[in-house]
């Protein structure tokens, strides 16, 4: 499956010199996010019959954007069910694209459980946003790929981590060609930095308050196996470096990054990843969709 193929975009890279790396701004992707990817190839690898049941998704955001927006373009019934926590715009832009919207539960998890249960009841086919190859090889695999092609010499990818389909794609596909690839998790919510140190996926998570939202919940054993095979490290970084990265990214290099986007960033600003210095070090801007209110309150810090 190619881009010109789908209603896909191919973001651009820029440089930004102030840390040595360049940004590849999936913040730019037709929903605002890299989740467009791996809902579209899972969605349009159902069959007429899986079509004509509907899907259900669980998200934090910016998967149910990517789902709403590949249905739209299949035409298939879709339902979105997001914790509490899932911000304002990327509740409002699932509903634009026609998908219905269910609010279920104080997190990621808990939504989740509620989008399965309906699933089950009705029928329709669950679309989760990691747990899934379709998912993983869209969102991860497609997106190294093009990467590779715009940047030559990639040496380091850095990426902000949730559920790991993102990274366990990216690595899988890049580690082979002599990329290192690193993930980044805030520590309030870093359930793949604590199943990669213990030596097994916590499919089960309870983690703190953070305000990157997408951070939000456990992994899976696919996604664990991915990591621990192909991830080089994760490092971890506060709160209040999150939001640094958010103000940096507007300021110094013109990006509206949302702030789970701003957790790779975080990473380089507080010294956790260096630029490569054999090649170039690409940061994954994995989504630009934050609400105007915290934009606003981040930038009056």
């Known amino acids: ?31 605002g996010s890299f989740k467009a990817r791996g809902a579209w190839r899972r969605l ?8 004509a049941r509907g899907v259900v998704a669980a998200s934090a955001g ?5 789902v709403a927006h590949a249905a739209g373009h299949l035409g298939i019934a879709a339902t979105v069910v997001v914790p509490e926590t899932a911000a304002a715009v990327k509740r409002e832009g699932i509903e634009r694209r026609g ?21 089950s009841d009705t029928g329709a086919v669950f679309v989760s946003p990691f747990d899934d190859d379709d998912v993983i090889a869209g969102n991860g695999g497609d997106l190294a790929d093009e ?37 980044a998790q805030p520590f309030a919510n870093c359930a793949m930095f604590e199943s990669l140190a213990a030596g097994r996926a916590f499919t089960t998570y309870t983690g703190g308050a953070t305000i990157a939202e997408g951070c939000e919940g456990a992994v899976c054993e696919r996604t664990f196996a991915l990591a621990r095979d192909h991830v080089d490290h994760i490092v971890r970084v506060d ?14 290099a013109g990006v509206v990054a949302e702030c789970t986007a701003a957790v790779a960033v975080a990473a380089l600003l507080e010294g956790e990843v260096r630029p490569a210095d054999d090649g170039t070090t690409a940061v994954v801007i994995t989504g ?9 309150s981040i930038l009056a810090t």
């Open 44 to 51: 349009a690898a159902l069959t007429a019959g899986q079509r």
């Open 239 to 252: 709160e209040a470096a999150i939001r640094r990265a958010v103000a940096f990214c507007y300021r110094t």
């Open 99 to 119: 998908a219905r919207v269910i609010v279920d539960g104080a997190t990621y998890d808990d939504a989740e459980a509620s989008a399965r249960r309906l699933a």
């Open 288 to 296: 630009g969709n934050i609400d105007a209110a915290l934009l606003d």
């Open 62 to 66: 910016n998967h149910g954007l990517g």
């Open 147 to 183: 990467l590779a092609r715009q940047v030559p010499d990639l040496r380091r990818v850095v990426c902000t981590v949730g559920g790991g389909g993102l990274i366990g794609g990216l690595g899988r596909a890049l580690s082979p060609r002599g990329v290192t690839v690193i993930g």
């Open 1 to 31: 499956m190619t881009l010109e193929r789908v209603p896909l975009r191919e973001t651009p890279v820029v440089a930004v010199p102030a840390l040595g790396v360049v940004f590849k701004l999936e913040s730019l992707q037709v929903t």
